[in-house]
Structure formats: C-alpha cells, structure tokens
C-alpha cells in the first residue's frame, strides 16, 4: 500500500510576474500564505496553471527551490518536472528532489507523443533517478496521449511511482485502473468539477485550479467526500459548478489569473502566447466570483 503525499486539496497555483515579466516572489509569498492560511493541503509549484511552458529550465529550478524553501514544510510541496524529452524531466525531477520537493508532477509526453510501451519505459527511467516520489498526470486533452488501464498497473509496481494526476473524464478508464492497481496507485482529480465523482470512487482528493480563488471551499469539499459525506459534498459541488466552468471559459490558466487580478492579487499579465480573456469572459468570471462570494 503506498501512502499518498497528500489527500484533501491540493491548489495548482498560478505564477504572478510583474510588469518586467520576471517572477514577483513577494506576491507568490502572499499568495501561499494565503493558500495554507485557508486549508489547502498541498501546493503545486510550476505546473500547467503556474506556466510552466513559457520558463526556462533554469528560471523553473528557480521557482522550484523558491516553493520548496517558504512552504518550509508547512503542506507538501509537489514540483512540476514533466517534459516530452525524458532526459529533461529527469534533470527537473532531479533538481527538484535536491531542492526539497516532497513529489514531482510528471505530465505524460506531447507534441512527439509515444506509444504505451514508450510510456512505460519514460515514467520508470524518471522513477529511477531519485528517490523522489512521482504523481503521474494524465491530461489527452493537452498532450494527445493517455495512459491505458494496463498502463497504470504496470507503471504502479515502481515504488516511486505514488499516484496520478487524472484529468480524463474518462471514468470507465478510472474504473479499470483503480481495479487494476488497488492500493498500489493513488488518484487525484485533475478537473475540479469531477471532484465528488472520483473521490466517491476511492479519489485522494484534486490538484485545484478553483482553489486559487476559492482555497476554503475546495478544501471542504474534499473533507466532506473523506469523510462520507457525499450529500453535502454534492451541494458544495453543485453550487461552484458555474464558477468552475468559468474557469475554464478559455484556456487555463487565462481565466483564472483574471480570477485573481478582480479579486485584488498583483498577479501581473500572461505570458504569450497566452493573451487576456475577452471582455465578455471577463464578466462572466466577475459576475461568478460576486455570487459566490470569493474574496481575499
């Protein structure tokens, strides 16, 4: 039975820059406080949401060692280290066990892709290279690749290999691999409107885009499916459904860094090519953060 890092919500928290373009460290210090201060229970650094994609490997290591040094232990720290070049999502894996990361998120391959086989031998070459506990994540909609049921099972014999980041929607592949694996893999919601359905399936908890704007909420949400309580947990799901969709009303993490920016975080712009929500986008994510009550 392989322990998982964390269980509950854990936020896949966006990156601020200021106006240079540079990371804004003294806002990422505000906005962690702030994460931890309202109970989230892991923060995950330099991923899809904290754009990841647009860094260098040095500036990605620097962010890294940054999160790993102020979080300080207070919740477990998960490191973006995914790539579609095996020898670089060693190398991030790497410096991110040296700098103290509690796991890595390693994204399946894209762009070049690979066969199931190709999977296999990528994610046991990276769970080789350390000792650093490895949170799989699966997302077809942005590599054009997912992993089989058989797959999982294979990859879950490693030992480093903890659990995986689903972000599918595809529940009859979640079925098949919870069966297949048991205790041996853990599963964490990568959509935030499928928190209640995966974790009624024996789901750890979310890796959370909502919960950069509504850290207590998702976190009670995924209490409520610890501890059994499916009813209320339906409610609370149910009732943020409208503002997670608006979330995701164009391309993460566009929306909900304008989340962020009208709730009053500094957050800074995006970088290209991601550009700023339509005007119309704009208020619809304004019209459901006021309905919802959110604020810093």
Request: aromatic share 6%.
């Amino acid at each position: 039975m392989k322990k998982p890092i964390f269980t509950g919500a854990g936020v896949a928290i966006i990156t601020p820059f200021k106006n240079t373009g540079e990371v804004d460290y003294e806002v990422f210090k505000q906005i962690i406080d702030h994460q931890i201060a309202h109970g989230t229970d892991a923060i995950i650094i330099a991923g899809t949401t904290g754009e990841s994609a647009t860094m260098t490997l040095a500036e990605h290591a620097e962010v890294v060692d940054f999160g790993c040094s102020y979080v300080a232990g207070r919740v477990p720290l998960i490191a973006g280290a995914g790539s579609n070049d095996t020898a670089a999502a060693i190398e991030l894996t790497r410096e991110a066990h040296k700098s103290g990361a509690d796991a890595v998120l390693s994204v399946t391959p894209y762009y070049n892709k690979t066969s199931q086989r190709g999977l296999i031998a990528h994610f046991n070459a990276i769970a080789d290279c350390s000792d650093c506990p490895i949170i799989l994540y699966n997302v077809p909609s942005r590599t054009g690749i997912s992993f089989t049921a058989e797959t999982y099972h294979a990859l879950s014999k490693h030992p480093n290999i903890n659990g995986t980041k689903e972000a599918s929607g595809n529940f009859s592949l979640l079925a098949e691999a919870m069966q297949l694996c048991g205790d041996e893999l853990n599963f964490w919601s990568g959509n935030d409107d499928q928190i209640l359905p995966l974790m009624a399936m024996g789901g750890k908890g979310v890796i959370s885009v909502l919960s950069n704007v509504a850290p207590a909420e998702t976190h009670q949400l995924t209490q409520l499916c610890l501890e059994g309580k499916f009813e209320e947990a339906r409610k609370l799901q149910l009732d943020y459904l409208p503002l997670m969709n608006a979330l995701f009303c164009e391309v993460n993490p566009i929306p909900v860094k304008k989340a962020m920016e009208q709730l009053g975080w500094n957050v800074g712009a995006l970088r290209l090519p991601l550009v700023e929500v339509t005007p119309e986008h704009a208020a619809l994510i304004q019209s459901e953060l006021t309905r919802m009550d959110c604020h810093i």
